[in-house]
C-alpha cells in the first residue's frame, strides 16, 4: 500500500475522532459513538495496510459479517444496529473508492499490497 493511502486512513481516522469528541461535547453522544465507529473501521484498516495485506481480500471479506449484521438488524428493526453497520460499510465505500482512484492514478490493472 502507498504511503498517500496509509495517509489517507490515518487523516480521516484522525478526523472522525475529533468530530466525535465535538459531538460529545455537544451532548450528541449517540452520533459520537457512530463517529468513533467509523474512526474504528479506519483505524483496522490502517493496521492491516501496515502490515502489507492484500487489499482486495480483506476489502471483500470483512466487510461480509458487517452486511449480514445490517441484514439482521433490518430484520428485527433495530434502527441503532442498522446505524453503526451503516457507518462501517460507509467508510468501506470510502476506503475502496480512495484505492481506486489511486488506482487510476498509478495506472495499473488490480490492487496490490494494501
Known amino acids: ?59 471483500a471479506k470483512i466487510p461480509l459479517a458487517w452486511e449480514k449484521s445490517l441484514e439482521q438488524a433490518i430484520a428485527h428493526d433495530d434502527h441503532i444496529k442498522i446505524a453503526q453497520e451503516k457507518f462501517k460499510l460507509d467508510a468501506i465505500v470510502e476506503i475502496r473508492a480512495f484505492l481506486e482512484r489511486e488506482e487510476k492514478y498509478r495506472g495499473q490493472g488490480h490492487y496490490q499490497n494494501f
Open 1 to 59: 500500500m502507498t504511503e498517500n493511502a496509509i495517509k489517507f486512513l490515518e487523516d480521516k481516522k484522525k478526523h472522525a475522532l475529533e468530530q466525535a469528541q465535538v459531538l460529545v461535547a455537544d451532548n450528541r453522544t449517540d452520533e459520537g459513538i457512530l463517529l468513533k465507529i467509523r474512526a474504528n473501521v479506519f483505524g483496522i484498516f490502517e493496521d492491516l495496510a501496515k502490515g502489507g495485506h492484500d487489499a482486495e481480500r480483506l476489502l
